[in-house]
């Protein structure tokens, strides 16, 4: 059994004991279930709710450390065309969609290119390069390029950074059901020199390689009374650090939030942190 870490973020020191109920995920149960093809439902919560949920899931679930951290922390970096084609295709729920991003693992001293699309039949494929480590930021360089371009069959020509990305995980790996969950939470977000973080709220995934809504997670949040909901980190923070972009979808995402978390986007110094 790997011995659980304290987090540096000191609001997740207090979901340790919690962790620690876990049994440790391993290699072959994260291989069965990598689920790089997939549907995923989101659920949005505020973040004090996440340890009594985590607390149902002890005897059904096994957690994936990252290197020797039960919390993994990530930095993204995300791709986008001069008019902004992937915010907009996610917003509208466009069918055929997708998203560009270098993703940095720190835990793991792994840097990943990844291509996240969504296919016709609402499916989620995912695919990836190793790229050299790095801390944050990341260039779409030829070699990173050349990948997406064949992967999706398009021209990315004028594609470039959009937005960067923060946050902490906790995953989860069903023992028997084919499900796999994150908890995301210390959610920031940097755009055009603003920043803004929602710290109070968390974003919980389901994913399973079944389209229909019958693995134990999504069984039990149903039972509680949640509904999936349509999130995209990466919309949610163009949104709100774009307000001249969208107005109404400004005005919006801030209203959607706050009554999610029972408070707006820290505002200071005339930028939202």
Same mark, same amino acid.
């Given at each position: 059994?790997t011995?659980?870490?304290? /987090? =540096? ?18 290699p072959?149960?994260? &291989? ?9 439902w989101?659920?949005i919560? =505020?973040? %004090? ?5 985590l607390?149902?899931?002890h005897?059904?679930h096994?957690?994936l450390?990252?290197g020797?951290?039960?919390?993994? @922390?990530?930095?993204s970096?995300y ?6 084609q !992937?915010?907009h %295709?996610?917003?509208?729920? &466009?069918? !055929?969609?997708?998203?560009l991003? @270098? ?9 990943m ?9 609402g499916?989620t494929?995912? +695919?990836?390069i190793?790229v050299?480590f ?8 030829a070699?990173c ?5 064949? #992967?999706?069959?398009? /021209?990315l020509s +004028?594609y470039?950074?959009?937005?960067d990305?923060?946050?902490?995980r ?11 969950i ?7 977000f940097?755009?055009?020199?603003r920043?803004?973080?929602?710290? %109070? ?9 079944? =389209?229909? @809504?019958l ?6 949040l149903? &039972?509680?009374?949640m509904?999936?909901?349509g999130?995209?980190? #990466? !919309?949610? +923070?163009?949104?709100?650090l774009?307000?001249d972009?969208? =107005?109404s979808w400004f005005?919006?995402?801030?209203r ?18």
């Amino acid at each position: 059994m790997t011995t659980l870490q304290s /987090s =540096p973020h000191k609001n997740k020191s207090s979901l340790i004991p919690t962790l620690q109920g876990f049994p440790t995920a391993s290699p072959g149960l994260l &291989k069965k279930r990598s689920l790089t093809s997939r549907s995923d439902w989101k659920f949005i919560l =505020p973040s %004090d709710r996440i340890p009594s949920l985590l607390s149902s899931m002890h005897q059904t679930h096994a957690l994936l450390f990252a290197g020797n951290a039960p919390i993994a @922390h990530y930095r993204s970096r995300y791709y986008d065309s001069s008019e902004m084609q !992937c915010y907009h %295709d996610h917003r509208r729920g &466009k069918p !055929c969609r997708f998203k560009l991003r @270098h993703r940095h693992y720190f835990d793991r001293n792994l840097s990943m290119f990844e291509i996240k699309a969504k296919t016709p039949r609402g499916d989620t494929k995912k +695919g990836r390069i190793e790229v050299p480590f790095r801390t944050h930021g990341g260039d779409l360089d030829a070699r990173c390029l050349a990948f997406a371009e064949d #992967y999706l069959d398009m /021209s990315l020509s +004028g594609y470039g950074p959009s937005l960067d990305n923060s946050f902490s995980r906790i995953t989860l790996l069903g023992i028997e059901a084919e499900e796999r969950i994150t908890v995301d939470t210390d959610i920031s977000f940097t755009h055009q020199g603003r920043h803004t973080s929602i710290p %109070d709220l968390a974003i919980v995934e389901v994913k399973s390689a079944s =389209p229909r @809504h019958l693995t134990p997670t999504l069984m039990s949040l149903s &039972k509680a009374g949640m509904r999936p909901q349509g999130l995209s980190k #990466y !919309c949610a +923070g163009i949104t709100l650090l774009d307000d001249d972009l969208l =107005p109404s979808w400004f005005a919006g995402m801030r209203r959607r939030i706050d009554s999610m978390t029972h408070r707006s986007p820290r505002l200071v110094g005339g930028q939202h942190v």
